[in-house]
């Protein structure tokens, strides 16, 4: 077996250490082997004619793992016109070993919902069946396969998820029309690197290292993955001839240019949305500090006319204490001022001083104050 070399035209192929493999292919061209995850590299390899038993390979084991009969037949189907523009997906119609019939969606969705992404080319599919003059009794069921370089399902280290419509509670299938398969890679390098992997026993494990050798978007070449799959190669027959022709596409001029073409457009689009994700968080941002400053100027405001209240109402009272102070003076010098004239009169009537005293309220001395000034006169 081939390693990629040291591009001239492209960036090199490193390895975890960080290494360039010079020693690769291919040797007459700027080439290397070309990223499996995107679409077009992808449908070159298992999309040609001439691979239909490699393709057969790749969804038995799907096929394995979901509980399905192995396939017999395949069919590569046909873009309609209107879907010349989706040059995301690989469509294909397959017979089982138990006669079963089935449409196959491979697809590679971005981080935009995929689950949607699934659900979308599954219905597409499902209608097609209609245009085709078929009836609900003979519908045929649609299996969608995504293959991600990212994860989703965060409460499961499995790579592998397969789902079906079924009942809640009991699980009771409701039909088999529907299923949809996910792929996590970063999922299957971590059981790679940890050792969980049985690659002689796992034939789709085998088929989705093959797939995620190369991350052309880190520029990275995972060798020991490469190098193992090398070993399964020679007992693998179809593994062997997947990985030559994987060589040989990818040392072609013209894939070359169309895959690199794809590539950047796939980058684009990527930035574009990137562009338009931090956009709409821009605006909603701006958003948010209108609303906040808003409520802030609003909440400003009751500050301030409630502070005005406040300072109002405590003027208010100040002066409500200023005037109660005064009256209490003024009825202070009204009772000093009757309150001798009443002790006066209790005295020429004969009372005493502490009768005096009691009803006026006045002290000892103030009583006899005014007894000796009568008696004086």
Request: proline share 2%.
């Given at each position: 077996?081939?390693?990629p ?22 040797k ?8 499996l ?7 070159l390899?298992?999309?040609?004619e ?6 057969i390979?790749f ?20 873009k309609?016109?209107?879907?010349e ?17 089935v ?10 919902a ?23 009794a ?17 409460e499961?280290d499995?790579?592998?998820s397969?789902f079906?419509?079924?009942d809640?509670?009991?699980?009771i ?14 999922k299957?390098?971590?059981?790679w ?12 494990a ?28 020679m ?8 990985m030559k ?17 794809r ?11 990137e ?5 709409e968080k ?36 100040i ?37 005096v ?6 002290s ?14």
């Amino acid at each position: 077996m081939i390693y990629p070399r040291n591009a001239t035209l492209l960036f090199p192929q490193v390895c975890e250490n960080g290494e360039v493999y010079k020693n690769a292919i291919p040797k007459n061209g700027p080439n290397r082997l070309m990223y499996l995850k995107i679409d077009y590299a992808f449908k070159l390899l298992f999309g040609d004619e001439r691979n239909k038993k490699i393709m057969i390979a790749f969804l038995n084991a799907f096929f394995t793992k979901s509980d399905r009969a192995q396939i017999q037949n395949l069919e590569f189907q046909k873009k309609n016109a209107a879907d010349e523009g989706e040059n995301t997906s690989l469509s294909l119609f397959v017979e089982t070993e138990d006669k079963e019939a089935v449409f196959v969606e491979i697809l590679f969705p971005d981080q935009d919902a995929p689950e949607n992404q699934s659900l979308y080319f599954w219905s597409k599919m499902y209608r097609r069946q209609f245009e085709a003059g078929s009836d609900f009794a003979s519908q045929q069921s649609v299996i969608t396969i995504s293959i991600m370089n990212f994860e989703i399902f965060h409460e499961s280290d499995e790579f592998h998820s397969v789902f079906r419509l079924s009942d809640k509670d009991k699980n009771i299938p409701l039909t088999n029309l529907q299923e949809s398969q996910f792929i996590e890679i970063p999922k299957l390098i971590r059981s790679w690197k940890q050792g969980k992997l049985n690659l002689e026993e796992d034939t789709l494990a085998r088929w989705l290292l093959l797939l995620a050798a190369v991350d052309e978007g880190n520029n990275y070449f995972h060798l020991d993955i490469y190098k193992e799959l090398e070993k399964l190669a020679m007992v693998d027959k179809d593994l062997d001839i997947a990985m030559k022709f994987w060589g040989d596409i990818s040392n072609t001029e013209k894939n070359q240019l169309i895959y690199q073409d794809r590539h950047r457009h796939m980058k684009e689009q990527y930035f574009l949305k990137e562009i338009e994700k931090s956009e709409e968080k821009r605006q909603e941002a701006e958003e948010r500090a209108a609303v906040a400053e808003k409520n802030y100027n609003q909440m400003k405001n009751q500050y301030e006319q409630q502070k005005i209240k406040l300072i109002e109402e405590r003027e208010k009272r100040i002066k409500a204490e200023e005037n109660a102070v005064l009256a209490n003076r003024e009825a202070a010098k009204v009772v000093i001022r009757y309150g001798k004239v009443v002790a006066r009169n209790l005295f020429e009537q004969g009372m005493d001083n502490l009768f005096v005293k009691n009803i006026t309220g006045m002290s000892d001395k103030e009583t006899a104050m005014i007894k000796e000034e009568l008696d004086r006169e």
